[in-house]
């Protein structure tokens, strides 16, 4: 992956994580929609671990970010 698609990844990623819809994230940053759903997918099941079983949009904290960092763990 070239320095441009890694970049449209991680902009997606963070509009992933603000709570953006897939459809909108892959509309502005140029990745496939298939990659984006794939990144969401990703990002629950790392939130889910992170939380204890459950998403920040099922916990109702609407557009709560996430610390960075907890999901990297």
């Known amino acids: 992956m070239n320095k441009t698609e890694q970049a449209k990844q991680d902009m997606a990623l963070k509009m992933l994580k603000g709570q953006i819809d897939?459809?909108?994230v892959?509309?502005?940053s140029g990745v496939s929609l298939e990659t984006v759903?794939?990144?969401r997918q990703d990002l629950d099941e790392k939130?889910?671990?992170a939380l204890g079983?459950?998403?920040v949009k099922e916990a109702g904290f609407g557009s709560v970010l996430i610390d960075n960092d907890v999901?990297?763990?």
Do not use: S, Y
């Open 22 to 24: 897939v459809e909108e």
């Open 26 to 28: 892959a509309m502005i």
């Open 37 to 39: 759903q794939k990144m």
């Open 47 to 49: 939130e889910r671990k």
């Open 53 to 55: 079983g459950i998403t």
């Open 71 to 73: 999901l990297d763990e």
